[in-house]
């Protein structure tokens, strides 16, 4: 996003008209170039209304992020965990920018917040959709020292994070699906996505993901497939400023990182049961050769899920490449 457009969404974030020509007058340019701006900034999604006689409005107004609105919205106890904070308009992805960063320097404690991913990823290679002001894109750099071995879990602990977030602005049955996703009545609300830099077994980064739909229409979630839902449809629109949704994932997450390594996923092992989908059904675990049908058992102190085969044995499957479905 240029300059300009980003100057003209700042005019028009109020949801109010605004004539062409104070819009000129505000951004520093003509007419005619404001109008081929909106041009482009509609083609990002944001639905522009054009009167005569009255000017441009964007309907309903836009709800953008600010860094420094949410820096100050942190809770305490996250505060000193946060080393810097950088919000985009358009980016290709947080977790992207993320890596790149903490391939080349230690940045623990780094959030990244977006408007709009260009190339969101979700687990497995799969696309996030991404519209323009419509939910929350985050990544957060955490260091640890003990590899991979210290991440058992991580993506679990962070999923009772994001609805611990939730709950606090008052969405109801919040559900965490294994490994990576949040769901409200079998239905996606966010998902998680995790990637380890540096040394397997030593020092490493985690670049933390977060993905959480918060308003948006139907025809941007078109490539979406499967059932999903969005905090505006949960709260029936009472929807809270996404400023303060952001400072409240942080305030959860940066704490819970801050302690993992020493504590693991032991200490959040109950909370991520008690909230469990698919706790007592029989679902379908694919491994890239294979599926595997059980009844869900919960997971272990480590995370991984506990599946009861035929015969009432219980084996135990640890995520990478594994997806999880309910049977049909």
Known sequence: MSDIQSKILDVLKDGEFHSGETLGEKVGCSRT???????????MGLLIETTKGTGYRIIGGVDL????AITGALAVAARPHLSNIHVFQTIDSTNTYARELAEKSSV???????????????RRGKNWVSP???????????DFEKGAQALEGLSLAVGVAVRRALIAHGVQGVKLKWPNDIYVEQKKLGGILLEMIGDPAGHCSVVIGVGLNVSMRVSQASAIDQDWTDVATELQDKLP???????????EILPLLSTFQAQGFAA?????????????????????????AGIVKGVDING??????DGGNIESFIGGELSLRLAK
């Open 33 to 43: 170039a404001v109008w081929k701006h909106l041009q482009k900034l509609e083609a």
């Open 268 to 292: 959040y092992r109950d909370e991520w049961q008690a909230a469990d989908a698919f706790y007592g059904q029989t679902a379908l675990i694919s491994t890239p050769k294979q599926s595997i």
């Open 304 to 309: 991984a899920l506990r599946l009861e085969l």
């Open 241 to 251: 400023a996404r400023n303060k949704l952001a400072a409240e994932l942080i305030s």
């Open 65 to 68: 992020l600010d860094g420094q």
């Open 108 to 122: 623990s404690g780094l959030v990244i917040l977006a408007e709009q991913q260009t190339a969101g990823r979700g």
């Open 132 to 142: 323009f002001a419509a939910n929350i894109y985050l990544s957060i750099v955490w």
